[in-house]
């Protein structure tokens, strides 16, 4: 394999590491962060009334979550026309906190009370929401070593060995594969992400270059309309006994015609300058090309 | 207007339209009818159909039917002369280029009075 290749191949496999830099639309992650406080809102109330049916387990840490997550939701609601990353990681992230502590609070209260509980369920459903609504890759693997970690933790060290050794003799590994699986689902979710997003790019980067193509075709068209009537006016200027002052009267026109093109033609380099100027070091970069082929289609028409 | 024409003539620009009437006319003798839009071609059928040559600029002015739309309107009315493509950017259409794989003269302005008239007259010939 030859150098340049392998060096474009070793850079692309690279590339495909960098999808946890990848940035969802805001609509997107506003989106996944109001799914996630739903979710804790109706989870909830569910939660709510299978502890009603157990002596023993509070309903107070399902209502108090519950409740943020209703007010979290309300928080989107009144922001929604604003949407924007930062909100939408921080309401997902208080979400998270708010369901771990819930859950944390009634883990061994369903474990000593509840007949055949079937350990850490919740934790286990909520790793593979957060990876399924993440607002952004940090806050996803967050919030899923969250609940993991609190679930090891608690189980390890908060669980008397009886309770363990009768409900759940086969923790921690469960979660553990969960917790692995959920981490999985977020990066094969925010690699798709990445490729759509390259794909994206890669088409307004076409689009932009047929503009372009289309429009230098089409002023090439106008300027050599203009050129031919000047040759053929001199050539009959020469030949024929055609009134000359008709004749130049086209070569004018002609000329005006191209110096019109021209103007239009400075104007253009002139704005594609300043919006190359205003993007640079940006990443619209190729928005500023869109445009100015836009812009220079927008000459010929 | 009304008489028969060896030649017609569609382009969108009204010099050239003149130009190429006079030309034509002082160089080879022989009558060209000319039309801006691909309308007036089309109103004008038994003088076109009967033509020897059709010469058509491709681009006829923005969101208007172009020069191939004409290729194809000669086509299907069993149009027998020899067809020129006579524009700007000929060559980055892809069904300019079909048309020319099928014996389609392409003319790329500007082009040289002399080599036009020696085109136009070859093409005459050829339809003869």
Known sequence: MCGPVRASRVAHF??????YKVCLSERDAWFGATLAALFNALGMLLEIAIVRKIPGVSAKPPTVSALVGLMLLLVLFIQR???????ASLVFSLNTASVVIALLSTNLQFAVWQRNWAPFQAIKLGCLVAAILAPAFWV??????????????????????AIKAQVAPDEPWPILAFGLAAILALVYRFRGAQLEQEVARIRA??????????????????????LQVIEISTDLL???????????????????????????????EKANESQTHQYKGSRR????????????????? | ????????????????RELMSVLLESTLGVQCMCFGSLMEFENHPHEV?????????INLGPNAPDGLDAFNWLLDHGFSGKILFFTGHARANPEVLLAERNGVEILEKPIRPDKLISFVSSALNEAA
């Open chain 1, 14 to 19: 690279a590339q495909a590491f960098n999808f």
């Open chain 1, 81 to 87: 026309k604003r949407p924007s990353h930062k909100w």
């Open chain 1, 140 to 161: 996803g693997l967050l919030s899923i070593l969250a609940y993991c970690v609190s679930a090891l933790l608690q189980f390890e060290f908060f669980f008397p060995p």
């Open chain 1, 205 to 226: 980067h076409n689009f932009a270059i047929r503009r372009l193509a289309n429009a230098s075709l089409n002023i090439r068209d106008r300027m050599n309309t203009p």
């Open chain 1, 238 to 268: 020469r030949n024929s006994n055609e009134s000359p002052k008709q004749i130049l009267d086209r070569i004018d026109r002609s000329v005006q015609s191209l110096r019109e093109i021209n103007s239009m033609l400075v104007r253009q």
């Open chain 1, 285 to 301: 970069v190729k928005d500023a090309a869109a445009n100015s082929a836009l812009g220079a289609d927008s000459i010929v028409e």
């Open chain 2, 1 to 16: 207007m009304t008489k028969e024409a060896a030649v017609v003539f569609l382009d969108d620009s009204k010099d050239l």
């Open chain 2, 49 to 57: 159909l009967r033509a020897k040559v059709a010469i058509l600029d």
